[in-house]
Every structure is written in C-alpha cells, then in structure tokens.
C-alpha cells in the first residue's frame, strides 16, 4: 500500500491550495482518510477527517476554511484550503484507517509522505 501527498506550495496569508492523497495497493471505499499536519516545532495534529459515507471532522482551528473530501472511483482524498493562515504552515501527511473517524494516530495503518505548505507574505 502507499499514499502519496501532493500539492503543498508558498502561498501567501488568504490564499488557498489542494492537497490531493493518491492511494494504490487497495480500495479506498472503506477505509477512512485523514489528514495530518507538524507544524515547526510541534507535535502532529489531526486536521480533517472523512470517513467510508463521506461524513466529515475539521478541528476547531480549521473549520470554515478547509474541507476534505474523497473519490472512491480514483483512489483518491483532497483537502481544499482556502483562506490560509501563516499558522497552517505545515507538512501535511495524509493516512488510513478502517471503522470510524478518529484522529488518534496510532489507528492508522498506512501513512504517506507529506507535502509541504508554507503560508507567508
């Protein structure tokens, strides 16, 4: 199995970028996908979540500026930020789970690469 996250970048505060997570080595469609991100000096953090029905999770911090999403068809889970702030700058990593939304990590059994994101003026 191997996730590969893409579509980090710089951008500047108020921007928006999407993170795509392209999955191979199984289906997607009953796995939950989430996305995780370590900002400088901290520790991982769980973003968003979506789970096998397409319901979704955003953390507080998140919440009106990103969603996620998934395409079964493709193998396939975005995460769409808009309105960035220079606290997002992260290295964003998405990763799997069977059963329900969680955002503890040691659920997850597969972990991609992350992508980069920088949000600076």
């Known amino acids: 199995v191997q996730l590969q996250a893409s579509g980090g970048g710089s951008v500047q505060p108020g921007g928006s970028l999407r993170l795509s997570c392209e999955i191979s080595g199984l289906s997607l469609r009953h796995y939950v996908i989430a996305w995780y991100r370590q900002q400088p000096g901290k520790e991982r953090e769980g973003v968003s979540c979506i789970d096998a029905s397409s319901r979704t999770e955003h953390v507080d911090s998140v919440k009106g500026r990103f969603a996620i999403s998934r395409d079964n068809s493709k193998n396939m889970g975005y995460l769409q930020m808009n309105s960035l702030k220079p606290e997002d700058t992260a290295v964003y990593s998405c990763?799997?789970?069977?059963?329900?939304?969680?955002?503890?990590?040691?659920?997850?059994?597969?972990w991609g690469q992350g992508t980069k994101v920088t949000v600076s003026s």
């Open positions: 990763a799997l789970k069977p059963g329900s939304i969680s955002y503890d990590p040691t659920e997850y059994l597969y």
